[in-house]
């Protein structure tokens, strides 16, 4: 069976993650072609990745029949349009916009022009979560009662991504939001408490450190906490709590071996999402691929993207009114 050629948009930290795992770890997508703003971006992926490089988004469409788009938050959404305009399909990164006006408006563009669309939601793609995803499906927990999961990066990003990534519930929490959904259900209310640990976030009008707290449709109770820089490593865990079972998954070390001194045992620990999660990114790609080749359903759809995106809207509203917030079905 043929490989799908993707052209890769925007080759920053996750663009390259991309483009290592289009063009190493993937068995089913593969790297076509890499654009970036920047022509010396553009240029040393090129080389890097041994494909053909460009400036010039419209020569990436012209080259390829499916593209993968990491640019800046702010570009997706015209990025997706114009490809979709031009009948390719397209795998975007999250958020698709910072505002939900333009987020209904791509998802009609994309509806209207028939073409694949998937947002890079990765933990739906990562092997720990989809096996625990499916038990959960499958009813082995029973009901369930009570969800948790952390996710903390050990170092926060450049300050220019973060005057760009629209704040933390919409940039970080909207990941575990995403997970919230497709574990347990539906959420009906959020509450949400922000901190800025570090005085550069409060400059920025942005915070570091949360918890959220959710209310499910079916009765059950979620608390999510997030950190910019947890210091210690990556961390991203999750527990669900159900009348029959509980799934826990956490995966925090990169290699299998533990050092052993008088008294001590220590791990090398995942540093970011890039060491934690090299598989969940292929896998998502080639899931994409698979989407374009075989017609298959995408893993995340606008749609599921469109409600995680209200519910950290939800949250950014709570944190700023101190209130719960009610959550409707989105249209
Ligand atoms: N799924 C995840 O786990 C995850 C992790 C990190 C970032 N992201 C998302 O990926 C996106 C990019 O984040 P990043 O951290 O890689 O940012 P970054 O700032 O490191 O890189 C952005 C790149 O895009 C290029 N660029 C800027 N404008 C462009 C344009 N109009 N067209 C093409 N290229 C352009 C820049 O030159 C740069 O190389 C963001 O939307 C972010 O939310 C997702």
């Known amino acids: 069976m043929s490989r799908v050629g993707i052209g890769l948009a925007g080759l920053g930290r996750m663009g390259r993650i991309h483009a ?10 593969s790297l076509a ?3 970036d703003a920047n022509p010396d971006a553009a240029q040393a992926a090129g080389a890097e990745f041994d494909v053909p490089w460009t400036t010039s988004y419209e020569e990436l469409i012209d080259r390829v029949g499916a593209v993968a788009i990491a640019s800046p938050t702010g570009t997706h959404a015209p990025l997706t349009v114009q ?3 031009a009948g390719r399909h397209v795998f975007c990164e999250k958020p698709i916009s910072l505002d939900r006006a333009t987020t209904v408006a791509v998802l ?5 022009a028939g073409v694949v669309f998937q947002v890079g939601f990765h933990r739906r793609s990562d092997p720990d979560w989809a096996a625990a995803a499916a038990r959960i499906r499958a009813g082995e927990l029973g009901e369930v009662t009570l969800f948790r999961t952390s996710l903390r990066d050990m170092t926060p990003p450049n300050p220019a991504f973060l005057s760009g990534s629209g704040g933390f519930f919409l940039d970080v929490v909207v990941h575990d939001l995403d997970v919230a ?5 539906e959420v009906v209310e959020v509450s949400a408490h922000g901190a800025a640990s570090d005085p550069a976030f409060a400059e920025l009008g942005d915070i570091d450190t949360a918890v959220t707290v959710l209310r499910f449709a079916n ?3 979620g608390v999510i906490d997030n950190s910019r820089s947890a210091r210690y490593g990556y ?3 999750t527990e669900v709590m159900g009348t029959l079972a509980t799934a826990r998954i956490d995966a925090p070390h990169v290699r299998g071996v533990e050092w052993r001194t008088p008294g001590l045992a220590s791990r090398e620990l995942a540093r970011d999402f890039e060491e934690r999660y090299p598989w969940a990114y292929a896998a998502e790609l080639d899931a994409f691929a698979r989407a374009v080749r075989d017609g298959t359903p995408p893993p995340v759809t606008g749609r599921d993207a469109l409600a995680a995106f209200d519910l950290a809207l939800a949250a950014d509203e709570s944190w700023r009114t101190g209130q719960p917030v009610s959550v409707k079905e989105n249209p």
């Open 20 to 29: 290592a795992a289009l063009a190493g770890r993937c068995s089913v997508a």
């Open 33 to 35: 072609c890499v654009y």
């Open 83 to 85: 490809a979709a305009a």
């Open 108 to 112: 009609d563009a994309v509806d209207a």
């Open 181 to 185: 959904r497709w574990l347990v259900g």
């Open 219 to 221: 009765g059950a109770l």
């Open 235 to 237: 961390e991203c865990s």
